[in-house]
């Protein structure tokens, strides 16, 4: 069966609807969405597109994706900016997040919306009960001091930028630059971005242009480690041994 063809009938389930249900809103014969499910057939493009845009689900994760390896809560609760966001659990149904090398950071902004790039990345488990989708960033330079370049900020995704709360931190993801993490403020149709470390000056980024929001939950300082301890088998080793310092950045 194709990837196609299960995720549509793992995402009618999910909808708790039947064939015939699914067919009359696709506006298809019930015999031709089953020949779908059961991957004798695949649907044209244009259709593809209608039953992406009736589950809320991106085409290329309908296309590329195992949806059956995603918690099903996470897989309907679906915000505006991003469309697909997999929660990853390991065999004991705990939660994975996963985590961005200081290395393939520039990467990033490429691949984030891309499934087969975020299956490649590395993953972790957090010492503490997690609800919604995380991820941890590395952190570049000294503008967000006392976090030091090469530490590690873990981030809850924002579905919506109205969710923003002003003074808060948050990694954000934009076209122009990348990955920042910052001190932020709405300001109308526009985010204002501030460093903890006053030599650096506020800057301000359309709303449009943010492609992702994650909240800062933890960070992990590396400040104590060599710079060749400062490795992906280093920080994991550290993770694993639960070595994430659990102190919100003061305002």
């Given at each position: 069966m194709s990837k196609i063809g299960k995720n549509i009938g793992l995402l009618r389930g999910l909808k708790k609807l039947s064939q015939d249900k699914l067919a009359t809103e696709l506006?298809?014969?019930r015999s031709r969405l089953g020949s779908y499910e059961e991957g004798r057939a695949?649907?044209?493009?244009d259709l593809l597109i209608k039953i992406a845009d009736f589950f809320h689900i991106a085409i290329d994760a309908m296309v590329r994706a195992?949806?059956?390896?995603?918690?099903?809560?996470?897989l309907m609760k679906i915000g505006k900016n991003?469309?697909?966001f997999p929660i990853i659990v390991d065999k004991d149904n705990n939660d994975m997040l996963e985590v961005v090398p200081i290395k393939a950071s520039a990467g990033y902004l490429n691949g984030y919306g891309d499934p087969n790039y975020v299956e490649k990345m590395p993953l972790m488990k957090l010492p503490f009960h997690v609800t919604g989708k995380h991820r941890a960033f590395p952190i570049k330079g000294d503008s967000m001091l006392p976090l030091k370049s090469g530490s590690y900020v873990i981030g809850k995704y924002v579905e919506n930028i109205d969710d923003i709360k002003n003074g808060n931190t948050y990694v954000i993801l934009t076209k122009e630059d990348g990955i920042s993490y910052k001190r932020v403020f709405k300001k109308g149709n526009e985010l204002e971005l501030h460093s903890d470390n006053k030599e650096y000056k506020p800057y301000k980024v359309k709303a449009a242009e943010v492609l992702e929001i994650w909240e800062f939950v933890c960070c992990l300082h590396l400040s104590d480690k060599k710079e060749e301890e400062v490795n992906m088998e280093g920080v994991m080793k550290m993770l694993r041994g639960l070595q994430v310092e659990m102190e919100r950045?003061?305002?």
């Open positions: 506006d298809i014969p695949e649907p044209p493009y195992d949806l059956s390896k995603t918690d099903p809560d996470a991003r469309i697909l950045i003061k305002k």
